[in-house]
Structure formats: structure tokens, C-alpha cells
């Protein structure tokens, strides 16, 4: 067990819609991850936040935003879904340290339909 | 962060060790090797990550030589369960803290 808990697990939902991630991070690690995988494009890096303010951006289409609460849990929000849309979504937390590794959460399966 | 090259695919023996390279040439001085794994669609599993010196952990071994220029993640004593894709990762000191994955090494474990 990580210690990096992703809700919810399944998530089936209907192109156009929205739907809301949530990941709670480490107890004690600032920075939380998010990440895509879906089947041709591997693990893609899609933004970091860092004690509730955004770090750095990846892959992350404009649909998509995701933001990091004061207490440190952090939501990924995607809408206007698409079928491509559909994959598993990690998220991931570290310490504030160099050189520190990320431990992930076993991730949401988002499936649109 | 310097691009790293892996085979796609081994086959290990069960209770054999499990010696996974990885080339990552262009490595500059401050870039570490990380190692993750994953397990059917689980979230990516940390494994090791080092410098410039070998490191061992309950988990694995991590060769890195000389030049570091390459490198080889070892499961000593591999299971059924290190069935797996096995992702070799260079990160820079400075970096933000993002990991950005390859496509990794397919571990097979076989009986």
C-alpha cells in the first residue's frame, strides 16, 4: 500500500459529460501528480501541484483542470468527455525533497461510453 | 532529462535472478536512475533509485556502471509475482519532481 488513496476506483460515465477525481496524497508529501495511461500512449505526465499551487504542466488538454485543496488533497477535473478519454488516471504524491520518489495511487478507470 | 533505452520484453525463470538493463547514454551528472514497476494495471510500484553508487534494498539491486551510462535493475530471487512492466527512469536533480515514462521492459516470470 502506497499510502495514496484514488477515488472513485470505476467510474462509467457518457460522452459530453464531467467527472471529478480525487486523489489524497501521503501524509506529509506537498506535491501530488497526475498522470493518463491509456492503452497506445503509455504513462503520460499530465500536471504536478506543489503545497496547492500548480508546478508543472504536461500533456494536459484544455478540458482538463485540476486543482490542490488546502489540505492537501488534490481533484483532477475533466469534461466534455470524449472517447479517447477513456483510460486509467494515476495519481502520485512526493515529500519536498530533491531526488525523492513519487509513490502512486492504484488509479480510477474512467470509461466513457 | 536524458532518454533512456530498454529491451521490450524478458523471460526470467521463477526463483532465478532477474537482470534488467538499461541504457541511458546521454546521462549528465546530476540525473538519477529511478526503477518502477507495474503490475497489470495496478499504479506504478517504486523499486530503487541511485546515483552514481550500487544500491540494495528488501526490493533489488542497482548496478550502476562506472561511466553511468547504463544500468541493471536485479531481482534476486524472482516470483510469479515480478511478472511485470519495468520502467527505467532518469530524473534530474532540479527537476520539478515529474518522472516521465517510458514504454519499460516486460518481465515474464515463468514457472
Known amino acids: 500500500d502506497s499510502g495514496v488513496t484514488q477515488t472513485p476506483k470505476h467510474l462509467i460515465t457518457a460522452t459530453g459529460q464531467r467527472v471529478t477525481l480525487r486523489c489524497s496524497p501521503r501524509?506529509?508529501?506537498?506535491?501530488v501528480y497526475w498522470y493518463q495511461q491509456s492503452l497506445d500512449q503509455g504513462l503520460q505526465f499530465l500536471i504536478q501541484?506543489?503545497?496547492?499551487?500548480?508546478?508543472a504542466k504536461g500533456n494536459i488538454l484544455e478540458r482538463f483542470s485540476a486543482q490542490q485543496f488546502p489540505d492537501l488533497h488534490s481533484e483532477l477535473n475533466l469534461s466534455s468527455l470524449e472517447l479517447g478519454d477513456s483510460a486509467l488516471y494515476f495519481c502520485a504524491s512526493s515529500v519536498v525533497a530533491e531526488n525523492s520518489p513519487l509513490h502512486f495511487g492504484n488509479g480510477t478507470r474512467l470509461t466513457v461510453t | 532529462d536524458a532518454k533512456t533505452t530498454q529491451p521490450p520484453s524478458m523471460d526470467c525463470a521463477e526463483g532465478r535472478a532477474a537482470n534488467l538493463p538499461c541504457n541511458h547514454s546521454?546521462?549528465?551528472?546530476?540525473?538519477?536512475v529511478y526503477w518502477y514497476r507495474q503490475i497489470h494495471s495496478q499504479g506504478p510500484q517504486y523499486i530503487i533509485h541511485?546515483?552514481?553508487n550500487n544500491e540494495t534494498n528488501e526490493m533489488a539491486s542497482l548496478i550502476i556502471t562506472e561511466d553511468r551510462k547504463s544500468s541493471t535493475l536485479i531481482l534476486p530471487h524472482a516470483t510469479l509475482r515480478d511478472t511485470a512492466v519495468y520502467y527505467c527512469i532518469v530524473r534530474a536533480s532540479s527537476n520539478t519532481g515529474k518522472l516521465i515514462f517510458g514504454q519499460g521492459t516486460t518481465l515474464q516470470v515463468k514457472p
Open positions: 546521454t546521462i549528465s551528472g546530476n540525473e538519477y
Open positions: 501524509s506529509g508529501d506537498l506535491s
Open positions: 541511485g546515483l552514481k
Open positions: 501541484y506543489y503545497n496547492g499551487e500548480e508546478r
